[in-house]
């Protein structure tokens, strides 16, 4: 059918205007393969083991090193502070995935001009992104897990609690995902710094989320702060699921069912508002002619 | 064209857009009003910092106007941007985009996932590219590992995956070499004729490219938009009388330039040398005539009074200007020669 002028808004040019959720299924799928291609595909195996298995050990070593100045450790110190670092493995890597990904499509790749200008939304391609890589994160968080083992930190009788962890890990990840997508919603605005924004979020949710020590050593209104993050619940709930055990204070005295009750309402929460935010972001740049600029950052 | 009424492939009325910048605002695009009619090919010509990037990325929905409002086919680029991208594609020159740890294959069939096509309508579509393009030989070559007319091969590959009603060309020949740049035209004709209606916005600074390729070309500066037309008639406006220049063997001795001025529909006669120089003194060597006539028609009489003078004619051509002296004359400048502004190109 030849083109011309009036047709446009009826007729497509390849079949009729699918819907949403078709569209943003298959962009979500294409950039998830991208995502592997790009972080699976380092030109040297050895360099990737570095990364996923020397840096977290590393990090692990280096926090029961700074533990252990006060005196010993005991293995549930070893073990708390096991399972907040396997875990902030994946919520870093999430977090930070979504403004990485738009910030390497606009600076390093420069390809953030031809997926904008597609009918897919910028928003499946960075939770794809995301998503694998929180999925390698995980590796990692096996990895960090597997040490504990090895210190002796006693798992959870019988085994994981399977159920609990079927519950927890999806809804912890989505969280923090949709945490990371207001975050690059938010750093695609930026035109300087714009790389190390996410990391100084996820520095600061590190040490509020109590990955690796107890709330009560917050101050209190930061222990509001703590309590208001799904991330928090999260690392608590894979706590229960993991080791069998709860934390001091707060964390430990909430029932398993409120816990859960919180994180999927915090989970909600963010999910109701978090696209809406990254959108409006990403229209905010494109405002400010923010969205294609390569900043040379 | 512009009194017609239907829906046109780009319509942009009162289009300004205006970037904060340190040293305070700056304009980039100042009430562009522009009309593209379906199967157009139309080039936005200007120097550095004319606006033209800037109203490429509005129309093709990457950046808000500050003022006006444009549509693509009826379909406005702010509020229906959906629908816009799914019949629009664009290539930029000299970006050197791309996942160079993906193959050429893989990076072609994630944009087709991209556009919304289904994975084997998508992979049929790729592989036609591929074909197409003549690049079956680095099909499974990392981008990395491509030149640069081979990534701007990919680039358009992938720009003609969705089938584009309109195709933006931002400076696409800018940094290939000349067979490159050659196979790029070509690519954008084939493109054009294969479908009646399919439409190109075209930006350049390149001049030969603009009047070889062009339907209409609007020349830009500073956002605002001097003169648009078919490059005859964008030549026209600096050059309303016909000129032509007429080869001789010497002018008969019966026979001034004076004469020749006074004849009837003539303008103007001034004396060449072979170079082009001026050769009105007094034993400079004459070879051509320059005539201005008031139209074509009154050649005919200059050539009969110099046959009938014994003048013997050994050429005759029509001269017009090029679209670098309309350039000139409407900017100011030579396109080399401009400003650079930072207006967010």
Aim: glycine share 12%; aromatic share 6%; charged share 20%.
């Amino acid at each position: 059918m030849p083109i011309s002028a009036g047709s446009a808004p009826e007729v497509r040019p390849f079949g009729p205007l699918r819907g949403g959720a078709a569209d943003a299924a298959r962009s979500l799928v294409a950039s998830a393969r991208l995502a592997w291609a790009i972080e699976g595909n380092w030109a040297q195996p050895v360099y990737l083991a570095a990364f996923l298995i020397v840096r977290p050990l590393a990090f692990l070593g280096l926090f029961l090193a700074v533990l252990s100045i006060g005196g010993s450790l005991d293995v549930a110190t070893i073990g708390f502070v096991v399972v907040g670092q396997a875990v902030f493995q994946i919520v870093s890597a999430a977090l930070e995935g979504p403004t990485h990904a738009l910030l390497d499509d606009r600076e390093r790749y420069r390809t953030i001009r031809y997926i904008f200008a597609t009918p897919s939304s910028l928003l499946p391609v960075s939770i794809g992104r995301s998503l694998v890589k929180a999925s390698i994160a995980g590796f990692s968080a096996l990895i960090v897990i597997g040490a504990g083992v090895l210190l002796g930190v006693p798992m959870r009788a019988g085994g994981p609690d399977l159920v609990l962890l079927v519950l927890v890990l999806p809804l912890g990840l989505l969280s923090v995902v949709g945490l990371g997508i207001v975050l690059g919603g938010i750093c695609v605005q930026l035109r300087n710094d714009a790389w190390s924004y996410p990391e100084a979020v996820s520095s600061t949710v590190f040490l509020l989320c109590g990955a690796i020590f107890p709330l009560e050593v917050l101050p209190g209104p930061v222990q509001g702060i703590s309590a208001a993050l799904p991330i928090t619940w999260w690392i608590e709930g894979l706590r229960r699921a993991l080791l069998g055990t709860t934390s001091p204070g707060i964390l430990g005295a909430m029932p398993t069912n409120e816990l859960l009750l919180i994180l999927a309402a915090g989970t909600a929460v963010i999910w109701l508002i978090s696209p809406r935010l990254f959108v409006a972001g990403i229209n905010r740049a494109r405002e400010k002619g923010q969205l294609d600029r390569n900043t040379a950052s | 064209m512009s009194g017609s009424t239907s829906p046109a492939a780009v319509q942009a009325t009162g289009i300004g857009r205006v970037f904060d910048a340190k040293g305070g605002p700056v304009t980039a695009l100042d009430g562009i009003d522009l009309r593209i009619e379906p199967g157009e090919l139309f080039g936005v010509l200007g120097p550095n910092g004319a606006g033209k990037s800037t109203l490429i990325k509005i129309l093709s929905t990457l950046l808000l106007p500050s003022t006006g409002s444009a549509s693509i086919f009826g379909l406005d680029v702010v509020t229906e941007t959906a629908r816009v991208r799914r019949i629009m594609n664009l290539v930029a020159g000299g970006d050197f985009s791309g996942y160079g740890l993906l193959t050429v294959r893989e990076q072609l069939a994630m944009f087709a996932q991209f556009y919304g096509l289904p994975y084997r309508e998508g992979m049929a579509k790729v592989d036609a590219q591929i074909a197409s393009f003549g690049i079956e030989e680095i099909r499974d070559r990392k981008i990395s590992a491509l030149s640069t007319g081979q990534r701007q091969k990919l680039n358009f590959a992938r720009s003609f995956l969705n089938d584009p009603w309109i195709l933006f060309l931002d400076e696409p020949t800018i940094g290939l070499d000349v067979s490159a740049a050659r196979d790029v035209r070509d690519r954008v004709r084939a493109f054009q004729a294969e479908q009646p209606g399919r439409t190109v916005l075209l930006t350049t600074h390149y001049m030969a490219e603009a009047d070889e390729m062009c339907d209409r070309i609007a020349i830009v500066d500073h956002g605002r938009i001097l003169a648009q037309g078919t490059p005859t008639e964008l030549k026209r406006m600096v050059q309303k009388d016909a000129l032509f220049v007429v080869g001789i063997d010497a002018l008969p001795a019966s026979m001034s330039l004076d004469s020749l001025r006074a004849l009837p529909g003539v303008i103007s006669v001034a004396a060449r040398d072979a170079d082009g120089s001026d050769a009105s003194g007094v034993g400079s060597p004459m070879r051509r005539l320059a005539i201005g006539l008031k139209e074509d028609g009154a050649l005919g009489g200059v050539i009969s009074t110099l046959a009938a003078g014994g003048a013997h004619l050994q050429e005759i051509s029509k001269s017009e200007p090029t679209l670098e002296e309309v350039f000139v004359q409407l900017v100011g400048r030579g396109i080399s020669e401009s400003d650079e502004v930072s207006d967010g190109e």
